[in-house]
């Protein structure tokens, strides 16, 4: 799954969000977006994912225009966000958030559960099935049947990260997946992405931790007041003298 | 006594049935309806025209009452895309005030404020006394069972789950793929439609419907028996709804107890001894009797 971004732009008032960013993620592409607080790189994520609508620019999924189309319709084409502060459902048990996630399930139209129960009841043991795996591979099985609301702050992460893969995406674009992570997880984590990666999920990644994020991505792209000063291969990118000043130099 | 106690009963099943789709509402979905008693009015009102105006048999007003109460929640299902929680509230509220002054000015269909009289009773073949009584109490339950039935069914389903999902994080559910509009359409239908019902029986129990019969006071009785009991629970609709019928009733011997108090005040009396259990209820037991949806 391409995804192609082209002179993206939003102003908030005077304030220029989003600046006329351009980038690509290619099909299996592993991405990085870097920049100081303020940057614009939620409010990137917030325009591609369909949860605002730019002022002008376009974005496009294997082609095909979806610059206005809702945030759903995009996630069913199989481009799923997650949020930078999680937000599971609190009152829903782990296990019940991952199976919510399931696509296309009969279970949720009504003709499905009032005329056709047991082709219901086959699908939920399937999503049953796949939720418990992802919990597996993700090392939640232990809180599987706690309410979300209950998890740590590194959990809420995880189980966000899980929600998106089992809605089945083929691009997952993922908000400081790392943030409040301890580091033994994010080098569980980075494995888990490398791992799906393998099998073709693409990644957008914003990430604060930097080293986390260059030893993982192929492509970095470095914004800075909602534009893009730098791309390339992260460690050129990271030698880049703009790149030093804007980030390196905001951060030490 | 007999008689009371079945009208008692009678009134509270009609209630419960208001209580389980204020539950699917607001419960499990989120949805903040204050505007509940428009649905009802709507029921009773289509009942209500249909067997005093009409020749078609009693039944057809009840499917009319669903019908039609149903039809006027899909609009409102399409304002609460947009709206957010409060928002929603008021438009809700304003709703059912605006229906209920739609029944009072058109008058050439509703009579206006002298309302429709005469409207038929269920089951008034067995004659007035204690049989047809404990007829109308029997189809009430039957009714209500299948509520409940239906309703668990749908809570305990995988579209249980997604309402309760909206109701937790509607950004989340659409970052997933689902459209909260869908659900949320479906939701408000089914429990304007019960409620519509409810509206049938409540207009043949009674025999006349007047506009002052759906006052915003209704849906907040609904709202005080579904916290009593416990949001977002099943079981918390039946439970509260009996609960509120008990505060209610149970004020009207408190005349006995205290013969200062005239008739007229006594009605504030009642209303004040179920808020004051509601203040009670909020500070001892919040999640309500049954439990509500935060503790599980």
Request: charged share 15%; net charge positive.
């Amino acid at each position: 799954m391409t995804l192609a971004v082209a002179d993206l732009a939003i102003a908030f008032g005077g304030f220029r969000a989003v600046d006329g960013v351009s980038l690509a993620v290619p099909s299996g592409g592993l991405v990085g977006i870097i920049g100081p607080n303020g940057a614009g790189k939620s409010t990137l994520f917030s325009l591609v994912s369909g949860f605002l609508a730019p002022d002008s620019g376009t974005v496009t999924l294997d082609g095909a225009n979806i610059t206005r189309a809702p945030a759903h319709e995009r996630a069913r084409r199989g481009m799923v966000r997650t949020f930078q502060v999680p937000r599971e459902f609190a009152h829903l048990t782990v296990r019940e958030n991952l199976m919510a996630a399931a696509p296309g399930q009969a279970g949720e139209t009504l003709r499905g559960l009032f005329l056709r129960p047991g082709c219901v009841r086959a699908e939920e043991r399937a999503v049953a099935e796949a939720a418990a795996e992802t919990m597996a591979f993700l090392r939640l099985d232990a809180v599987a049947d706690l309410p979300a609301g209950r998890l740590s702050g590194g959990q809420r992460k995880l189980l966000e990260l899980g929600r998106a893969l089992m809605a089945r995406p083929r691009l997952i674009l993922l908000d400081e997946p790392f943030a409040g992570v301890n580091p033994v997880l994010v080098e569980a984590l980075s494995g888990h992405i490398r791992a799906l990666n393998a099998r073709g999920i693409g990644f957008l990644i914003i990430e604060h931790d930097l080293p986390a994020l260059t030893r993982l991505v192929s492509t970095l792209h470095v914004m800075d007041r909602g534009r893009i000063i730098a791309s390339g291969e992260p460690q050129a990118v990271l030698a880049d003298a703009r790149v030093r000043e804007a980030y390196l130099g905001a951060v030490g | 006594m007999e008689a009371y106690l079945a009208a008692i009963a009678t009134v509270a099943l009609i209630y419960v049935l208001l209580s389980l789709g204020l539950t699917l509402h607001y419960g499990l979905t989120g949805l903040i309806n204050f505007g509940h008693v428009g649905f009802f009015c709507i029921g009773a009102y289509a009942a209500a025209i249909l067997s005093t105006k009409t020749g078609l048999p009693v039944a057809a007003g009840f499917v009319a009452a669903a019908a039609l109460a149903g039809l006027a929640a899909w609009p409102i299902g399409l304002v609460s895309l947009r709206l957010r929680d409060d928002y929603f509230a008021i438009v809700t509220l304003g709703f059912s005030e605006t229906v209920r002054l739609v029944v009072t000015s058109e008058r050439w269909l509703t009579n206006g404020v002298q309302g429709i009289p005469g409207i038929p009773r269920l089951f008034d073949g067995l004659g007035v006394g204690m049989a047809s009584a404990i007829a109308l109490l029997a189809l009430l339950l039957a009714v209500n069972a299948a509520a409940v039935a239906l309703f668990l069914r749908l809570a305990r389903s995988p579209f249980g789950r997604m309402i309760e999902a909206i109701r937790d994080n509607e950004e989340a559910v659409r970052a997933l793929g689902k459209d909260p509009a869908r659900f949320k359409i479906r939701v408000l239908v089914i429990g304007a439609a019960v409620a519509g019902v409810a509206g049938a029986f409540y207009a043949h129990y009674i025999g006349y419907v007047v506009p002052d019969q759906f006052v915003p006071l209704i849906t907040f009785y609904v709202w005080m028996a579904i916290i009593m009991g416990g949001v977002g629970r099943i079981s918390g609709a039946v439970v509260g709804t009996v609960l509120l019928m008990l505060f209610l009733e149970g004020s009207r011997f408190l005349r006995d107890a205290l013969p200062f108090i005239s008739a007229v005040d006594m009605a504030s009396v009642r209303i004040g001894a179920v808020g004051l259990a509601l203040i009670l209820f909020t500070i001892y037991r919040p999640q309500g009797l049954m439990g509500d949806y935060t503790r599980r």
